[in-house]
Nanobody
Framework: QVQLVESGGGLVQPGGSLRLSCAAS????????MGWYRQTPGKLRELVAT???????NYADSVKGRFTISRDNAKNTVYLQMDSLRPEDTAVYYC??????????????WGQGTQVTVSS
């Protein structure tokens, strides 16, 4: 069982920056990949960035060069540094934690979501 608490969302102007944080607690010893997804009304939840336990990151094409994902394994926390924000980045951002249950079996936990609004 893992609990996720997100923070860091808010309102920023185009070109501004925000840093999202997601702290995991509970049975965190089996956490594998952590990541961020986002969703707007009428659209499917889309991948923003993921990072493996070893620190290998993967980004959606739309955020490459602007967003940076990182994690602190000792604190069981994943971060998303968002720079050069655009209005198109406006969405609810969800933290995701993938936990290994057993060999070949994983389970995804989701944060409560944090609103990011980019507008002038």
């Amino acid at each position: 069982q893992v609990q996720l608490v997100e923070s860091g969302g808010g309102l920023v102007q185009p070109g501004g920056s925000l840093r999202l944080s997601c702290a995991a607690s509970g049975s965190t010893f089996s956490i594998n990949t952590m990541g961020w997804y986002r969703q707007t009304p009428g659209k499917l939840r889309e991948l923003v960035a993921t990072i493996t336990s070893g620190g290998s990151a993967n980004y959606a094409d739309s955020v490459k060069g602007r967003f940076t994902i990182s994690r602190d394994n000792a604190k069981n926390t994943v971060y998303l540094q968002m720079d050069s924000l655009r209005p198109e980045d406006t969405a609810v951002y969800y933290c995701n934690v993938r936990m290994t249950i057993t060999w070949g079996v994983t389970y995804d936990y989701w944060g409560q979501g944090t609103q990011v609004t980019v507008s002038s």
